[in-house]
Nanobody, 125 residues
Framework: QVQLVESGGGLVQAGDSLKLSCAAI????????MAWFRQAPGKERDFVAG????????TYSDSVKGRFTISRDNAKNTLYLQMNALKPDDTAVYYC??????????????????WGQGTQVTISS
């Protein structure tokens, strides 16, 4: 059974940094593309960053490019999202997503195979 367990969320001030982690269980993590999405109150769930099964392939939404970094450690079956220079607009529930086997970095929500439970990130101004 596939499980994705996020951690690392919290309440920080604008300009601070946070690092999210996602522990992947129950599938061959190394062979899947992975991604982070986020959902703010009253808004749709949006793509934030993706990483291909080949880790050098990454892609980001325009709103986080240059501030966030997605990475993966296949030995630990763990996905990460390093978030720097956080802004109040980054406030949302962040979700880890299992993508496509041997997939590229970009991932549409309708192609997500499994979701984590989400972790709250709140940025105060």
């Amino acid at each position: 059974q596939v499980q994705l367990v996020e951690s690392g969320g919290g309440l920080v001030q604008a300009g601070d940094s946070l690092k999210l982690s996602c522990a992947a269980i129950g599938f061959s993590f190394y062979s899947y593309s992975m991604a982070w999405f986020r959902q703010a109150p009253g808004k749709e769930r949006d793509f934030v960053a993706g990483i291909g099964w080949i880790a050098e392939q990454t892609t980001y939404s325009d709103s986080v490019k240059g501030r966030f970094t997605i990475s993966r450690d296949n030995a630990k079956n763990t996905l990460y999202l390093q978030m720097n220079a956080l802004k109040p607009d980054d406030t949302a529930v962040y979700y880890c997503a299992q993508g496509i086997k041997y997939g590229l970095a970009s991932l549409l929500s309708e192609d997500v195979a499994a979701w984590g439970q989400g972790t709250q990130v709140t940025i105060s101004s």
